[in-house]
């Protein structure tokens, strides 16, 4: 800290203003794209219309991405971030590979159900890239690997398995988002995934046909997934305790409701006889 013509200049705090203006600029940079890339036909997105949407010149942009690229890699980490680490919670009460393996595509497609415009950012960002991002790809590959070595898959490749759960996986996601799927779309969906990857049928229906468990909320701070999949913040009061045993009750809701119902699996159920 110094003086200058008669005030104390604080550089730390100097500092750490100019990196929170930083920061807050990224952020809008980020929402505009979000805004502008969750719709159907967003891919189209340009520069100058994020740059329209955030309400900055065309240099500010350029201070922080390098190019659209970029952008589109930062945005899907952060779309899939809180998110992922919800299910990555959730995975550590389910048995082996091929329950996470289950979980997850059903997570991934009945969350783009919640929140479209979640949902269609995560396919235009991965639209030329890699889909839903790397670290995602790099779990998917882990864990199909791991279900190799225990015996759960057959395939003989997890780089196979991954290419087909990701394809599969933006494949389903792009028809819940186009058309008004049925409520157990993303349990077909899982049913057939599994049997590519080696799981036999036996195996692939019981695990479908489970019903999800909540996911932990996705955090409240975080705008980029506004879905509602379940559970309570744990903030250890006795209100987040009431509400963690209101939200362990089986929930109903409509064929574009919340993913983690028993209505889901039951209607799962009644169309065994029916899957093509």
């Known amino acids: ?40 036909h967003g891919r189209a997105t340009r520069i100058e219309d994020v740059c329209a ?15 659209m690229e970029e952008l589109l890699e930062s945005l899907s980490d952060a779309l899939t971030r809180d998110f992922d680490a919800a299910v990555h ?20 497609l009945h969350g783009a159900i919640q929140d479209p415009r979640w949902g269609w950012a995560m396919v235009n960002c991965s639209v030329g890239t890699t889909l839903f991002g790397e670290e995602i790809s790099n779990h998917v590959q ?44 993303p349990e077909k969906i899982a049913f057939h995934l599994l049997l590519g990857l080696g799981a036999s049928a036996k195996v692939a229906e019981a695990l479908t046909g489970r019903p999800l468990r909540d996911l932990p909320r996705v955090s409240p701070r975080s705008p980029f997934f506004r879905g509602a999949l379940g559970g309570v913040e744990r903030v250890g009061t006795e209100r987040a305790e009431a509400a963690s045993s209101e939200s362990a009750r089986p929930r109903r809701r409509g064929a574009r409701g919340a993913p983690v119902t028993r209505a889901a699996s039951a209607a799962f159920g009644r169309s065994r006889q029916a899957r093509s």
């Open 1 to 40: 800290m110094r003086k200058r013509a008669g005030r104390k200049i604080n550089r730390t705090r100097r500092a750490e203003i100019g990196a929170e203006r930083r920061s807050r600029t990224r952020a809008a940079i980020l929402l505009a794209a979000l805004d502008l890339l969750g719709r159907p």
């Open 142 to 185: 882990t864990t199909i690997q791991e279900g190799m070595d225990n015996g759960d898959f057959t395939i003989k490749s997890a780089e196979v398995g991954r290419d087909i759960l990701l394809g599969t996986g933006i494949a389903a996601t792009i028809s819940v988002l186009q058309s008004a799927s049925p409520a157990d779309y």
């Open 89 to 108: 919670s959730a995975f550590e009460l389910l048995s082996g590979p091929a329950e996470r393996t289950c979980a997850a595509i059903r997570y991934y």
């Open 53 to 67: 949407r955030a309400r900055i010149a065309r240099g500010t942009f350029y201070n922080y991405f390098t190019g």
